[in-house]
Nanobody
Framework: VQLQASGGGLVQAGGPLRLSCAASANIFSIYAMDWYRQAPGKLRDLVARITTDGSANYADSVEGRFTISRDSAKNTVYLQMNDLKPEDTAVYYC??????????WGQGTQVTVSS
């Protein structure tokens, strides 16, 4: 599976941004699609996950502000980010979980939130 993330950029605090992750495979054949983020000097953390049955889970830090969704016709997963905060600044990565030993990663997209 190849993943192409896009949509990052510079935004003011309180503003919205939408990230996209286009997959080379039918996303319904993928057990789960994830968004992770990694801030400088920190570990890569799971932000949101959506599974084949449509269930979504979020990190506590983004619950209520971020929404993960998918478009099966486009084989694309989105991360709608609202009310962005400076602490959301990070490189965001999408990943595909095929229930195997590894995740498949896309390239990162930088999100910078200015205060």
């Amino acid at each position: 599976v190849q993943l192409q993330a896009s949509g990052g950029g510079l935004v003011q605090a309180g503003g919205p941004l939408r990230l996209s992750c286009a997959a080379s495979a039918n996303i319904f054949s993928i057990y789960a699609m994830d968004w992770y983020r990694q801030a400088p000097g920190k570990l890569r953390d799971l932000v949101a996950r959506i599974t084949t049955d449509g269930s979504a889970n979020y990190a506590d830090s983004v619950e209520g502000r971020f929404t993960i969704s998918r478009d099966s016709a486009k084989n694309t997963v989105y991360l709608q980010m609202n009310d962005l905060k400076p602490e959301d600044t990070a490189v965001y990565y999408c990943a595909a979980d095929l229930r195997g030993p590894v995740l498949y990663w896309g390239q990162g997209t930088q999100v910078t939130v200015s205060s």
